[in-house]
Antibody
Framework: EVQLLESGGVLVQPGGSLRLSCAAS????????MTWVRQAPGKGLEWVSA????????YYADSVKGRFTIFRDNSKNTLYLQMNTLRVEDTAVYYC????????????????WGQGTLVTVSS | IQMTQSPSSLSASVGDRVTITCRAS??????LNWYQQKPGRAPTVLIY???NLQSGVPSRFSGGGSGTDFTLTINNLQPEDFATYYC?????????FGQGTRLEIK
């Protein structure tokens, strides 16, 4: 059974830093691109970042570029999101998900999602 | 690439047929996915590559379109279908979701 378990969400002050983790099991983690998607309270889904499987190329939404860093440890089957210079508008539930490719695209669809971890940025 | 869904909300009855549309700001071929999300839960994929039904998803869900215009149709609405639906383009980064369509019981 595929499982994705996020952790690390807490209350943090504006300007602070936080690292989220996503522990994966039930599939060959190293063979899949992975992604972070967030959802602010009462709002829609916002794609945050993705990292490819083969070359670890990383991609970011403009809203987090230069502040967030995605990385992975394939030996631990774990995905991370390092979040720096946090802003009030970063408050959201953060989901990790796999990227199941189709066609010639590398991203495809997000088949499996974690339950999410809540990050609250507030003074 | 920006994704625009319509309508933003929709009221319907059990047994109805409903259609949600999604428009991309530029051609995305068929790199279009549809997700369902229920309150307090993570999204689940319903349709991928515009028209392919995800394994385990009931056949009353169907998707169509290519290029810039796409549809999600739900036939014979069931009580468990009342949720929020999102389209997603996966042709290129930044990956983008539509703003969502909330399907409510009439």
């Amino acid at each position: 059974e595929v499982q994705l378990l996020e952790s690390g969400g807490v209350l943090v002050q504006p300007g602070g830093s936080l690292r989220l983790s996503c522990a994966a099991s039930g599939f060959t983690f190293s063979s899949y691109a992975m992604t972070w998607v967030r959802q602010a309270p009462g709002k829609g889904l916002e794609w945050v970042s993705a990292i490819r499987d083969r070359d670890n190329d990383a991609y970011y939404a403009d809203s987090v570029k230069g502040r967030f860093t995605i990385f992975r440890d394939n030996s631990k089957n774990t995905l991370y999101l390092q979040m720096n210079t946090l802003r009030v508008e970063d408050t959201a539930v953060y989901y990790c998900a796999n990227a199941q490719p189709y066609g010639t695209g590398w991203y495809g669809r997000n088949d499996y999602w974690g339950q999410g971890t809540l990050v609250t940025v507030s003074s | 690439i920006q994704m625009t869904q319509s309508p933003s909300s929709l009221s319907a009855s059990v047994g109805d047929r409903v259609t949600i549309t999604c428009r991309a700001s530029q051609s995305i071929s068929t790199y279009l996915n549809w997700y369902q999300q229920k309150p307090g839960r993570a999204p689940t994929v319903l349709i991928y590559a515009a028209s392919n039904l995800q394994s385990g998803v009931p056949s009353r869900f169907s998707g169509g379109g290519s290029g810039t215009d796409f549809t999600l149709t739900i036939n014979n609405l069931q009580p468990e279908d009342f949720a929020t639906y999102y389209c997603q383009q996966s042709l290129s980064t930044p990956i983008a979701f539509g703003q969502g369509t909330r399907l409510e019981i009439k």
